[in-house]
């Protein structure tokens, strides 16, 4: 049992590039999410999606695209990468009703 | 919009001291509270939760918290201290029905120094 899978775990990017950060979770949860971690600033809500076929935006959404693929999966997109998203991505997911969300080990993004 | 405050930024103890970390949030409605932890250079790692019933929640190594509803707080405590527990904490609310949105604070680091 795999729980939260991200990949990749470290990318380096050049400004205006894109890239797909993947997230899948193996265990039929209804829910998951994308933060991003700063220092200082806690885990910040970038997407997030209450079941498949549905995404809303979280605290901060701009820059970002997301993809609810299918129950397992939720990618977030940069379209044009810039250095203000350097930052570690977190993926997390949870079942529906009152449980804990479990996350992914992260992806240490640098953008240059 | 639900949102929660860690009004302690950076904590030092001594090893044996007792911890206490105050999380507030603001939503009026039911919710489910949360106590991460984040050891350094490893991924977030829950510590306790609260859905319903006592009050008073007991969570992994020795840590527990107390839902006082009138205050909206969800302080985080533990009697004595390890210098293992040098940590970033993290507390985190979700509104039951608020679109299952959890929301985290800006974080509490600890340094537990020998």
């Known amino acids: 049992n795999a729980g939260v899978t991200q990949t990749p775990k470290f990318q380096v990017l050049k400004t205006g590039q894109s890239m797909t950060l993947q997230c899948a979770q193996d265990?039929?949860?209804?829910?998951m999410y994308w933060y991003r971690q700063d220092p200082g600033m806690g885990l910040r809500l970038i997407y997030y999606?209450?079941?498949?076929?549905?995404?809303d935006k979280g605290e901060v959404p701009n820059g970002y695209n997301v993809s609810r693929l299918n129950k397992r999966e939720f990618s977030l997109r940069l379209e044009s990468a810039a250095p203000s998203q350097t930052s570690v991505y977190f993926c997390?997911?949870?079942?529906?009703?009152?449980?804990?969300?479990?996350f992914g080990q992260g992806t240490r993004l640098t953008v240059v | 919009a639900q949102s929660v405050s860690q009004h302690n930024h950076h904590v030092i103890l001594s090893e044996a001291a007792s911890l206490e970390l105050g999380c507030n949030y603001s939503?009026?409605?039911?919710?489910?509270l949360f106590w991460y932890v984040q050891y350094p250079g490893q991924h977030l790692q829950l510590l306790l939760k609260?859905?319903?019933?006592?009050?008073l929640v007991k969570g992994i190594k020795g840590f527990e918290a107390e839902f006082i509803k009138s205050k909206f707080s969800f302080n985080l405590r533990k009697p004595s201290v390890q210098w293992s527990d040098t940590a970033e904490y993290f507390c985190?609310?979700?509104?039951?029905?608020?679109?299952?949105?959890?929301?985290f604070g800006t974080g509490t680091q600890l340094k537990v120094e020998l």
């Open positions: 609260y859905f319903s019933g006592d009050p």
């Open positions: 265990m039929n949860h209804n829910s």
């Open positions: 939503y009026g409605g039911t919710v489910n």
């Open positions: 985190a609310v979700m509104v039951t029905g608020g679109g299952n949105k959890l929301t």
């Open positions: 999606s209450a079941s498949e076929g549905t995404t």
């Open positions: 997390a997911s949870r079942p529906t009703g009152p449980t804990l969300a479990f």
